[in-house]
């Protein structure tokens, strides 16, 4: 798909700022250097998963992230249970900050899925394009990342 | 081979210059200035891109004031220890040729002046890594998988691109993308 440079950027501010649209207490997540790797993606305790389609061309939007990151961010909104259901919801609530922030600001342009969320165990049947652009993302001593998956000229669909 | 550069010149093409990465998109400048400033990688002599390129040596000086002018380059310095390491003298020139600037023929590249090319064409540090994910979309991985390339981080890629059809691919998906092609020669 063929989603502009400035595009995938917007993208990448919306998810650093998806903490502070949960809780003004929290702070941006700090993007690090990225990396491209092919087929090789190192998944995190949980995920949430967005897919994007563009003129039948399609790919997905992953944040990855720890479960100390994901009870960090539950410490900060009060939540006291800390157990893998807590967690799952929070990584799909992030996502959906982030895809309706996405649907906000691309309009019609861009379809974005409502967000899925899968735990580690489940990734193993997560199907990525190949060419993926890995942002790291940090709170703190913590460090998530952002998986950029997008179908190449070669794949109409991923 | 370009004649030896007048006394003046040598000023400016014995030093070495990097990107800014921080060219305004208002900025208009000669073809020949980006030309040269394709080539500026950090560690090459602008003498030493004026004879890749077989650029005049008049030429490469106005490119080089039009460049420092619009904030596109900087001249690149070094500390004591950086110049000097762990006691050890490494030479810029030498230093070039460890990255392969200087033995490259023409039908090998180095996947960091490829990157650095993709990445001089955009107006922020993000957006030309984006742009460099981009064209490696549109590149057939299995090209890549034949040359061992699985992953890369956009600083210190020192691999060397070596087979016809990726170099082919990689040309282009630059002129695709960025709307000018790399070219290696």
Redesign the interface.
């Known amino acids: 798909m063929d989603i502009s440079e400035k595009e995938l950027e917007k993208f990448i501010d919306i998810s650093c700022g998806c903490f502070e649209k949960m809780s003004p207490k929290l702070r941006p997540l700090e993007p690090q250097e990225p990396t491209i790797e092919l087929n090789q993606t190192t998944f995190l305790d949980f995920t949430g998963i967005i897919e994007l389609s563009q003129r039948g061309r399609k790919g997905k939007i992953c944040l990855t992230m720890p479960e100390d990151m994901l009870d960090e961010v539950l410490d900060a909104l009060g939540e006291t249970q800390h157990d893998a259901e807590s967690q799952s919801d929070l990584i799909g609530e992030l996502t959906s900050i982030i895809s309706s922030n996405a649907r906000e600001h691309f309009g019609s342009s861009l379809s974005i899925s409502v967000p899925s969320s899968m735990t580690h165990m489940q990734t193993g049947e997560l199907e990525l394009a190949p060419m993926r652009f890995i942002l790291p993302l940090k709170l703190k001593e913590f460090t998530s990342y952002l998986i950029i998956a997008l179908g190449g000229q070669n794949e109409p669909t991923a | 081979m370009n004649p030896l550069p007048e006394m003046d010149d040598e000023i400016a093409l014995f030093d070495i210059y990097e990107p800014t990465f921080q060219v305004d998109d208002e900025v208009a400048l000669p073809a020949y200035h980006w030309q040269f400033y394709s080539r500026i990688d950090g560690v090459s002599t602008s003498w030493q891109i004026c004879q890749e390129m077989d650029f005049p040596a008049k030429a490469a000086t106005n490119a080089l004031v039009g460049l420092l002018r619009a904030n596109a380059i900087r001249k690149r310095l070094w500390t004591y220890p950086e110049f000097f390491p762990a006691g050890g003298t490494i030479e810029p020139e030498k230093q070039a040729q460890e990255t392969g600037n200087s033995q490259r023929d023409g039908k090998t590249f180095l996947l960091k002046d490829v990157i650095d090319f993709i990445r001089s064409r ?1 107006s ?1 540090d ?9 064209v ?6 299995d090209l ?2 034949e040359e061992g ?7 210190s890629n020192h691999v060397e691109v070596r087979g016809e059809k990726l170099l082919g691919a990689i040309s282009q998906a630059t002129s695709n993308v960025v709307g000018v092609p790399y070219s290696w020669n």
């Open positions: 955009s922020s993000m957006e030309g890594k984006l742009m460099v994910y981009r490696f979309l549109q590149i057939p991985p890549l998988k390339i699985t992953s890369f981080d956009f600083n």
